[in-house]
T-cell receptor, first 111, second 114 residues
Framework: LAKTTQPISMDSYEGQEVNITCSHN???????ITWYQQFPSQGPRFIIQ???TKVTNEVASLFIPADRKSSTLSLPRVSLSDTAVYYC????????????FGKGTSLLVTP | IAGITQAPTSQILAAGRRMTLRCTQDMRHNAMYWYRQDLGLGLRLIHYSNTAGTTGKGEVPDGYSVSRANTDDFPLTLASAVPSQTSVYFCASSKSEGSYNEQFFGPGTRLTVL
């Protein structure tokens, strides 16, 4: 059974690096890992996506080990405005149509 | 630039009533999705459509139906609403099916069934 798991919540201080790990043991060979950010009363929005190794953009990095059974979203030097819920989305094409979101990690950044 | 619009923004509905949540996108995306979001459960896929004229069941399809008569619209219908369908509903679209396609989400519809 396809399952995407991530921590329920994390706390951080401003300026620190935050790493959020997502576990996806049954990820399909050809499927990607995507992270979304959601603020209250808004829909999720795309942050970053990767297939393997490391991907970096202007807001985050995504680390994916060789076995691809997990991935880590890294937010450098977080600010108060990074307080949000972060979702990991993984494809499990081998399980039939299954794009599975994790239950989300609520990140609280404090001064 | 509208992207994805959803209507209504919120609704209070009596149990047993029929309700259709509307979703429209102007990006000419082939794939569209309906999710429900509940506290502690995250986003769960209800139904999806990979292209106009086709639909499929997601993780929690019971009590919901969808149609995809054209590329832009993807309405979600609750034939006879029950209190357990109280939730926030998000519509999303992507250029095509597949996990490598970014999904664009609408602002959501907050539905309360009493």
């Amino acid at each position: 059974l396809a399952k995407t798991t991530q921590p329920i919540s994390m706390d951080s201080y401003e300026g620190q690096e935050v790493n959020i790990t997502c576990s996806h043991n049954n990820i399909a060979t050809n499927d990607y890992i995507t992270w979304y950010q959601q603020f209250p009363s808004q829909g999720p929005r795309f942050i970053i996506q990767g297939y393997k190794t490391k991907v970096t953009n202007e807001v985050a990095s995504l680390f994916i080990p060789a076995d691809r059974k997990s991935s880590t979203l890294s937010l450098p030097r977080v600010s108060l405005s990074d307080t949000a819920v972060y979702y990991c989305l993984v494809g499990y094409s081998n399980s039939g149509y299954a794009l599975n979101f994790g239950k989300g990690t609520s990140l609280l950044v404090t001064p | 630039i509208a992207g994805i619009t959803q209507a209504p923004t919120s609704q209070i509905l009596a149990a047993g009533r029929r309700m259709t949540l509307r979703c429209t996108q102007d990006m000419r995306h082939n794939a569209m999705y309906w999710y429900r979001q509940d506290l502690g459960l995250g986003l769960r896929l209800i139904h999806y459509s990979n292209t106009a004229g086709t639909t499929g069941k997601g993780e929690v399809p019971d009590g919901y139906s969808v149609s995809r008569a054209n590329t832009d619209d993807f309405p979600l219908t609750l034939a006879s609403a029950v209190p357990s369908q109280t939730s926030v509903y998000f519509c999303a679209s992507s250029k095509s099916e597949g996990s490598y396609n970014e999904q664009f989400f609408g602002p959501g519809t907050r539905l309360t069934v009493l």
